[in-house]
């Protein structure tokens, strides 16, 4: 099915550029945009910065579910000395907890999610700033198409086509000034 699917790419992306090939010369070039995030030192610092927020709400849901796991523990050790006016108790505190923890984890966790959020706002200008830099490579070097070999369209190219050096070298010229 996915081998289908890029085929179908593929006749989509000739069968559009091969007028254009006939009647007038086109330029394509590719980038490798998983080497432009590992290369780009801005990627690596949103990275460390996500990481961290990361472990922190990491531990701050793992505090919950050893609550909760402690709860649960001390409620099944007195359970037999307890009333069923307090059992009752103690069970509505456990699910209390329980939906507690779960609704942190999908707030924070989730796909729509707090950490979600913070990815897409440390990596937004990020993004932009690549996205810029291929447009200034693509305009300086007359190309008519950049490909992202990443993004699995792309199934052949000669090496020398090949502009992610060029955009990393704009991104790494652009974020000097």
Known sequence: MVIKHKVTNILIVVGWLLPTAIFGQIKIGYIDSNRIMQEFEEVRDAQAKLE?????LQAEYTTYVGRLDSLQREFERQRLLL?????????REIQTLYQTTQAFQQEKFGPEGEL????????SPILEKIDAAVKVVGAERGYDFIMDAAGGALVYALPAYDLTTDVVTELRRATRN
């Not at 009333?83 to 069970?91: A, F, G, L, P």
């Not at 979600?116 to 990596?123: F, G, K, S, V």
């Open 83 to 91: 009333s069923n006016d307090k059992i009752r108790d103690k069970e």
């Open 116 to 123: 979600y959020r913070y990815q897409a706002t440390l990596m």
């Open 52 to 56: 961290k927020e990361t472990r922190r």
